[in-house]
Each structure stands twice: as C-alpha cells, then as structure tokens.
C-alpha cells in the first residue's frame, strides 16, 4: 500500500484540527464548552494542537451544576493553569439563587435541564458567538444528525430539520447578532476512537475514569457515587466497589460501573468490549425515548 | 497494533423509502457487532410497541422524532462502526424526492456509494437519480446492491437482468468504479456473511467489498495545493519570528524545499519548513492538517492559496459551474451571494443558467432558467476577485463551492466547478 494515506486516528485529528481552525477563523469570541469530561479534554488537547505554538486562542466555560465531582475541579483548574487560558464559570446555583430557574423536585431531581438556562445566560453575558463542544455522533441519536457548524437562533434553540447542508469542508459560520453557534470537532469519533487516542497520545484525563474504590448506591441498574448531595432511599444501602466512570457529568446523575481498569491501556481493553453504550449509565437520558433531542432544541449541548 | 495502519472509509447510502436501505444499515451494524445491548433492548421495546415481531433492525437507524413517527429518514444521519480492517463512516440519507440537497450533502466526502435497487421492481427514476448525483459528486466508488434477494427466490436471472438496466442508463454517465451484489439485508444474505442461497454469486459480500476498496488513491495526491485558514504568529520567547500558515493539505505532498507560489499575489519563495505540533515533518499530504513556515518574508492571510510554482490551479472570475440549488427560496435572477472556495470568500453573481438537467431523463432543458429546490442546472457565475481553482474531476477540495444567501446566511447552493 502507498504511504501517503492517513490511518483513521490521524485522519480524524485531522478534521478536528481544521474544524478547530475555521472556528477561530470565522469567529469573534468563540470558547470550549468545558466539563472536564474526557470529550472536552479531548477538544482542549486538539486546540492546543491546532495552533502551537500559539497558545489556544479560546476561553473555557464551565456549566457548573454545583454537583460536582471535587477531582473534576481539581483537574479544570490545573488544566487552565497549564493552558494559561482563561475560565469562564456558568452557575446553576447562581440561576436558582437568581430565580432564572427552578431547582426539580421529588425523587429524581435533578439539575441537568437547569443548565440550559446557565449555559444560555453565560454565552449571552460573555458575547460568545460560538461554543465548541465535544459532543460525538454515536453518543445518542438525536447527536447523529448535528452538523459540525450547528446554528443556533437567538434563543439559544437548534432546528434539526432546518439545518444548513454542510458540503464538502466548506463550514458557513455567518450569523446576525444574538445568534450562536455550536461547533462540534470531534463528531465523527466514536467512544473507542477517543480512548485509543488519549492513551497514543498519552492525555491527562482525571482519575475518576480509572478503576478505584468507592463508596456507592446502586440505583437504576448503576452505580451512583456517594456524595454530601445523595438522599437515600430507605431500601437503598451504600457499598464500597470497585468502579470507574464511563462519562463524568452531575455527580448525582452519573454511575459508574463495575471495573478493574486501573490504566489507560487497560480502560481501552475493556471498551472495546462493552455492550453497553457510555450513557446508558446517563440517568438523565433515560427520562424519555426522546430526552436529548428535547433537551438540544432548547438549547442544551 | 493493527489500528495504526487502519484507514477511514466514508460511505453514502442511497435508496428510496421501501427498498431496504435503514434495514440494510442495520444489518450491517448488528452483524458487525457495533450495536450495544441496550439499543437493542431500546428497539425491541419499541418494535414491540409497534406491533412488530422481533428485532426491526431499521430503527436503529431512525433518529429524530418526526422520523420515528412517519418511518421515513428526514437528514442526513451519521453512523459509525468498525472491523478489525477498517472504520467505517455511513452517511445515511434518505432516498425521497425533495430531499435531493441531503443526499448531495451526504455524497460530498464520500469515498463510496451504495445504491440500493429493490430485486422485485428493478431500476426505477430514484436509482437513475441517485446514480447522477453520485456520478456528479464524482463519487470514487459505487456498489449497486440488488435488495430483496429472498422475494425473487434468490434467481440469478433477475440480479442479471437488473445489472443490464443498469449498465443500460449509467453509460451515459461518468463513474469510475462500479460493482454490483445481490443481497437480503433482511435475512443477512451477502451482506457480511456469504449466501448460502446464491452459491451462483462468485463476488465477495458487501463488507468484505467495503474492507478491501482501494480508497488511498481517492485523494489527489498530484496538484500540491494548501489553502490558508489562519496565520499563527506565537510572539513568545523561542519563537519571536515563527510565522506559520495554518491549514489543511488540499490535495497533492508538499515538502521543504519545495519552490512555492502564493495566489492570488503571485510572489513565490521556498518552504522553510513544514510543522505538526510534534515538530517539522520530512513531507505533508492530503488530507494533513499542517503549518507551513517560507523563507521568505510575504504577507499572506487566510483566502491565500500556496501551490508549487510548477503546477498552478487557474485563476478564475468567470467560472462554468453545476449547481445544485439546495434552499426553498428559489434563486433571484442576477442576484448577489457570498461565494466560499477553500478559505475564500467572495461575492459572486449568477450570470446565466445555461440549462437543467431532468435528473431522471437527463435531458437538459434550456428554457426553464429557474433555480428552485433540487434543481441541478449548469450555470455561469462571474466573482468580485478571480478564485485559485481546479475542476472538480480533478480536485474535489479545489473545485467546490458552495453560495450563501446574504440576507438570511443561508446555505443555497452547492457547486462543482467545470
């Protein structure tokens, strides 16, 4: 075979560093939508990428759900450090406090759709034209049709059948003022794409996605982590496992599983053998056949 | 590792509403063992609630709302899955009539096209019109898989008879590769396991096909061209005069050394060197994503092109193009739109239309001069500055356009330039 081709890991690093590009090429005041999830890590390390030996040209925002993981915030904070970029900080607590929204109730609650409203206002506030974000195709359905450059009109809100048609590598970015747009580089890779690259490429990612021990709860067929915002049910009873998480969001909405993947190779191992998709542990996706498309046409990520 | 040579192959499927197409893709995805228990689980509740029996493998393909409801593919849908050989991208779109403009947007980066023709009614005007689209995409590759195989009794005689409908209409176009299999994308025949039915087929199953295409050379590895998206100027210690042209290979190899020309100025000078983050590269490719640094000093910014000297894409204001109008709101004659060619952008003015094209006939009609929905229709167009092209055929990065309506930033059109 000739050796001008790219393999599939180089090819779609490739197109994220170009979509990456156009972004900073056709937008005012773009920044990475950052969780400290692995998909998120995964869009910063591809920034740092694109422009070296500049430094990344965009800020980092932070929807923060004030349920977090203290590991997750440890590891933003280092990461800006190392970066030298700038934080940008969206407070769900601060939207309850304000009364933009209002905290669910009940057994379930939770603050995943709360954050739409955060989200929303910290891109309105900051003027940010254009939010990238590290969500992928394969995660769920209503992602497999999003478009790398996706429009945003200006209530924040997507109109899945009336997106722009993206051909070729041409991305149109224009907008009116009060628009947005989401970018979204690393769409075309799937779950075992991206841990075959962070461990080619050797990327931090926060400990909570290797196996350790943990005190939890088993609820929904998952293993909810404890934490000081966990109510108990009366039959539940909390355990101490040994686990690892799949995707990293609301500490009272994410389970982990079962696992004794303690390293990067071996956590890439027992992937290619899952048979079940990474958010199938995502309580927040399990409310309806339809949660994530409800939740993106208003505005969510 | 095995992965480290594995290569991306991009596909398009086209079909029209009842031939098979999500069944098929959910075939290929089940067989391949790309679909996790608890989509499956997801589907049998559903197909369930559906009154279907058993697994129906086309939901795993539905995605929005309205399509689930309706059963019929509203967009282009993105799937993926992966064999020990090679990762697979499928664009699925879907096959009904007016949505001609996702299946031209799903067939643009496509390595391959599968195009499925119900066994029981042969070529019908969706196969002629998803044949020209991707015989006009210049699609590398097309596999014409005969569907529902099993309801024809596997009879070698209509596989036979539907390849000669084929051969029949499709000489009128421009395809390069083209290979045909017979298939039940209901009961897996020939689609990752070989029949057992029709021990007559000598060819290979379709993944098998879809392994093994020659896809390396689908890239134009000759005309060495790299349109420019940024400048990165770091003004930090260790790199106070490092002033890189960020962007992706177009097509053809460029190496340091190598005597460059920028368009549209027209200076030339030598490549310095040629960067990843990783450190300067002996030579970059189409489609790497680089930065290149010159020797000398030129004021270049993003639009530019950097070609070799001794290979030249045309400059071009007055360009002969086929368009394919994408927008509800039909063309304004004489209007004006953004134009966007690599990483320029111009104004652009459609001239004239020459003709249409009945993209089941292919007749070309020189009266109607409208550009509505769908219509594909050959066209004049003539831009504020000259841009740096090739012809599609040739190049499909550098001969691509697409128009952008400036009053809503729409999308309208998508161009090939001839």
Known sequence: MSKYYLNYLDELESEAIYILREVYAQFQNPVILFSGGKDSILVTHLAKKAFYPCKIPFALMHVDTGHNFPETIKFRDDLIESLGARLIVGSVQESIDKGRVQEEKGKNATRNALQITTLLDAIEENKVDCAIGGGRRDEEKARAKERFFSHRDDFGQWDPKNQRPELWNLLNGKHFEGEHFRAFPISNWTEMDVWNYIQRENIQIPSLYLAHEREVVRRNGSWIPNSEFLKLEEHEEIVTKKIRFRTLGDITITGGIESDADTLEKVALEVSTMRQTERGNRSDDKRSETAMEDRKREGYF | MQIDKNQLLRFTTAGSVDDGKSTLIGRLLFDSKSIFEDQIEAVESSSKKKGHEGVDLAMFTDGLKDEREQGITIDVAYRYFTTPKRKFIIADTPGHIQYTRNMVTGASTANAAIILIDARHGVIEQTKRHTFIASLLQIPHIIVCINKMDLVDYSEEVYNDIIGQFEEFSSKLLIKDVRYIPISALYGDNVVNRSENMKWYQGSPLLHELETL??????????????????????????????????????????????????????????????????????????????????????????DMIVKTNNQPEAKQDIDAMLCWLNTDEAKPRAKYTIMHTSNEQRAMIKEVVYKIDINTYNRNTEDKSLKMNDISRVKLRTTKPLMTDDYRENRNTGSIILIDESTNETVAAGMIL
């Open chain 2, 214 to 303: 020659h896809i390396s050379s689908d890239i134009n590895k000759v005309d060495a061209r790299f349109p420019v998206q940024t400048v990165l100027r770091p003004q930090r210690e260790g790199f106070i005069d490092f002033r890189g042209y960020a962007g992706r290979v177009a097509s053809g190899i460029f190496r340091p050394k190598d005597e460059v020309t920028i368009l549209p100025s027209g200076f030339t000078s030598t490549i310095k060197a040629v960067h990843s983050d990783e450190g300067e590269l002996e030579e970059a490719f189409a489609p790497m994503s680089i930065a290149i640094t010159l020797e000398d000093d030129i004021d270049i910014s993003r639009g």
